[in-house]
């Protein structure tokens, strides 16, 4: 009977496994004040860095290192949405303006490894 509970209290984190790292933009077209959303997993309960290029003047650093809860840095929202024992998935949003025009989010783990990167793009009037 212990195997069999075991399985199932494996199976899901396995399977949660399966889509980390991972990282996914709202993003296509922009328009003027939309607000644009990022999401990203990585492997592990460590700390997601938001490294955002070029720093935003409004922020101490470019970085934006959430382990839990919400930060905000300027015009910038991290927040950690779900963690499991594998998997730690958070989101950033940001409400586009002209100034973010080219700047670059990359999403990574305490080791450095980066799950995923998107470059703002220049909004459709």
Not at 6 to 30: G, N
Not at 89 to 105: A, F
């Amino acid at each position: 009977l212990c195997k069999v509970a075991l399985f199932f209290v494996f199976f899901p984190i396995s399977k949660e496994a399966a889509t980390c790292p991972s990282f996914t933009s709202s993003v296509d077209d922009v328009c003027p004040g939309e607000k644009l959303t990022y999401t990203c997993s990585i492997d592990g309960t460590d700390a997601t860095l938001w490294n955002i290029t070029p720093r935003p003047h409004q922020c101490e650093e470019d970085v934006i290192a959430l382990a839990r809860g919400t930060q905000t840095c300027g015009p910038f929202s991290a927040q950690i949405t779900s963690t499991t024992d594998s998997c730690s998935t958070s989101t950033l949003t940001v409400t586009y303006s002209p100034e973010l025009n080219g700047t670059v989010i990359t999403c990574e783990d305490n080791a450095g490894s980066v799950a995923g990167n998107a470059t703002i793009p220049v909004a459709v009037p």
